[in-house]
């Protein structure tokens, strides 16, 4: 069954081609070889790398997702993967050890056991494969959306950084996306809104090159959200 609120975001997102562009620059120079996109949703992120001729297989554990990126994308890979499968290397040893990197982008935040899912990249991962992270970053921005959205958690370069060293990961970069993002989430919050406004997100499109601007700025110090590149070792 199609997850409404979550497809709703996702549909409000799609439309901010400037903002989904800066996310893809940013992740692009950590992708290489055969990449897995865990949680592609519809696919918003996944259409930049297939424009640009990446090898990438997109995944979602939503049926209606899976059918959609099957549909929209007919020439690329798509699966269902459950990375916090009772029996995940049971199901899923045909991938032992497939890919080069594996992507999660706002889909970490959902899953109620955080480290069985990092823990189950290790096992997709060749050895010294990359494992790229984008969550929503700071506890004190939770909000009713993330709440709508079933985020179990909001995290901080340091909580991820032990996440991921907890499992064996040699963390080669944790920096901050999207400082500007912190004052509209404020102002969401503040309002208690329980979804991203459509009006909002495309002003806020329209603001990328500020918020790149600022981004700069800061120095990747602070943001919305937090990136992690971590390698599994040799």
């Not at 620059?25 to 297939?50: A, V």
């Not at 995290?155 to 990961?169: G, H, M, R, W």
Request: with cysteine.
């Amino acid at each position: 069954m199609k997850d409404e609120k979550g497809y709703q975001t996702l549909e409000v997102i799609a439309k901010a081609d400037k903002f989904n562009q800066w996310m893809f620059e940013t992740i692009r120079p950590y992708c290489r070889g055969s990449i897995l996109e865990i949680g592609s949703g519809i696919g918003n992120i996944s259409r930049f790398f297939i424009q640009n001729g990446y090898s990438i297989t997109l995944s979602d554990t939503d049926e209606y997702y899976i059918d959609q990126l099957k549909k929209t994308f007919k020439e690329t890979n798509v699966h269902p993967i459950d990375l916090v499968h009772e029996d995940f290397q049971e199901k899923y040893a045909r991938l032992f050890q497939t890919y080069d990197t594996v992507i999660f982008l706002n889909v970490l935040e959902h899953i109620d056991n955080d480290e069985q899912a990092i823990e189950n990249c290790r096992y997709l991962l060749k050895p010294g494969g990359s494992l790229v992270v984008l969550v929503p970053a700071y506890s004190f921005l939770f909000s009713k959306m993330d709440r709508e959205l079933q985020h179990q958690r909001r995290y901080t370069s340091k909580k991820l950084f032990i996440l991921a060293s907890k499992k064996k990961f040699i963390v080669k970069k944790v920096f901050y996306f999207n400082a500007i993002g912190i004052v509209a989430w404020t102002y969401g919050k503040f309002l208690r809104l329980r979804s991203i406004p459509s009006n909002e997100m495309k002003l806020f499109n329209n603001l990328v090159p500020l918020a790149k601007f600022i981004d700069k700025i800061f120095f990747k110090k602070a943001g919305l959200s937090v990136i992690m590149v971590a390698q599994k070792d040799l």
